[in-house]
């Protein structure tokens, strides 16, 4: 596709379920990145795959967040037994080979866990 | 670790306005620097990156960024602001260390800019 999609773009979930987003990055694209969007806390990162290598996962919060990316291409981020505390925007990016390249993001999945 | 601090959380400014947007970072290695928009309600865009050369970066909407490696800044500058520069901006820092390249974000500041 022309830029990196997310879905669903909403979604409300009661306390305790698990939930799955998705991020299909810009094709060719060789890293992909998940952040999460709170109020006031800026982009935080989560979670880094560049190509074959080992994911970066130092920004996972807890061991209900897990992520994987399945053929180089499209990532799926689950959380298992969802808080209220988990409530966010969920942003999705990808970048061309090379660290001197700009990501590009998704519009975001917004999370409401109630 | 790579770290980036953004000094101000909300910065708000007149139309017509000069405004500077302040960003420091940490990291032991060379680095590549971002500045990130993000207008109401909408994704991330990017507004200019650093990656090596000149330290006057010119960036899209008349922005511009200044590396000063000595200060560990890259702070962001327009002459003079309009109302549709209303929005959140992060300043990014990506560096190789430990094996990953990730990319990482300020907390944000918030420009209102008033008529």
């Known amino acids: 596709g022309a830029g990196v999609s997310q879905s669903p773009s909403n979604k409300v979930t009661e306390k305790g379920k698990d939930v799955e987003l998705r991020c299909d990055p810009i094709?060719?694209?060789?890293?992909l990145y998940w952040y999460r969007q709170s109020l006031g806390q800026g982009l935080e990162f989560l979670i880094y795959f560049q190509g074959n290598s080992a994911p970066d996962k130092s920004g996972l919060p807890s061991d209900r967040f897990s992520a994987e990316r399945t053929g180089g291409s499209v990532s799926t981020l689950t959380i298992q037994r969802t808080q209220q505390e988990d409530s966010a925007v969920y942003l999705c990016?990808?970048?061309?080979?090379?660290?001197?390249?700009?990501?590009?993001f998704g519009q975001g999945t917004r999370l409401t866990v109630v | 670790a790579q770290s980036v601090t953004q000094l101000d959380s909300q910065v708000p400014v007149f139309e017509e306005a000069p405004v500077e947007l302040r960003c420091n970072y940490s990291?032991?290695?060379?680095?590549?620097l971002f500045w990130y928009v993000q207008y109401p309600n909408q994704g991330l865009q990017l507004l200019l990156k650093y990656l090596s050369g000149s330290t006057l970066v010119k960036g899209i909407n008349g922005f511009e960024a200044e590396f000063n490696k000595s200060q560990t800044s890259f702070h962001l500058r327009k002459p003079s602001v309009h109302i549709s520069d209303t929005a959140e901006y992060f300043c990014a820092v990506r560096g190789y260390q430990g094996g990953s390249e990730k990319l990482v974000f300020g907390k944000g500041t918030k420009l209102t800019v008033n008529p």
């Open positions: 094709s060719g694209h060789t890293a």
């Open positions: 990016a990808s970048n061309p080979f090379g660290s001197y390249t700009e990501a590009f």
């Open positions: 990291s032991s290695v060379s680095v590549y």
